[in-house]
């Protein structure tokens, strides 16, 4: 069964740090642009950063320009989204998905995703 696994999400204090993992299960993510999405209570899904399969297009929301970093290791089958100065308002359930890459320059938070994993919770509170 393809799947994604995410990991490294908690309770952290406003203005600190929390670096969150994306692995698959199944295959190889070398060939697929990788998206990060939350979603926080109430409200819709928010499309947070994405990274293309060669990882020379990276985009981000504008609500976590500066503060956030997406980065990809095709090596070790992981992408990572790099989180610092966390605001309250970052506090939602974390998905990464993966989207089979049709130009290995492009993505885009808008594309269809063809796999997603089942999120990590971030807590941003004092």
């Known amino acids: 069964q393809l799947q994604l696994v995410e990991s490294g999400g908690g309770l952290v204090q406003p203005g600190g740090s ?19 999405f939350r979603q926080a209570p109430g409200k819709e899904r928010e499309g947070v950063s994405c990274i293309s399969s060669s990882g020379g297009m990276i985009n981000y929301a504008n ?11 095709n090596a070790q089958n992981t992408v990572y989204l790099q989180m610092n100065s ?6 939602a359930i974390y998905y990464c998905a993966a989207v089979h ?3 290995r320059s492009y993505c ?3 594309s ?9 919770q971030v807590t941003v509170s004092s």
């Not at 670096?19 to 697929?32: E, I, N, Q, V």
């Not at 966390?86 to 506090?91: A, G, I, M, S």
């Open 18 to 36: 929390l670096r969150l993992s994306c692995a698959p299960s199944g295959f190889t993510l070398d060939s697929y642009a990788i998206g990060w």
């Open 101 to 103: 890459a049709s130009s």
């Open 63 to 73: 609500s976590v320009k500066g503060r956030f970093t997406i980065s990809r290791d």
């Open 108 to 110: 885009s938070v808008w």
């Open 112 to 120: 269809t995703y063809d796999y997603w994993g089942q999120g990590t």
């Open 86 to 91: 966390l605001k309250p308002e970052d506090t």
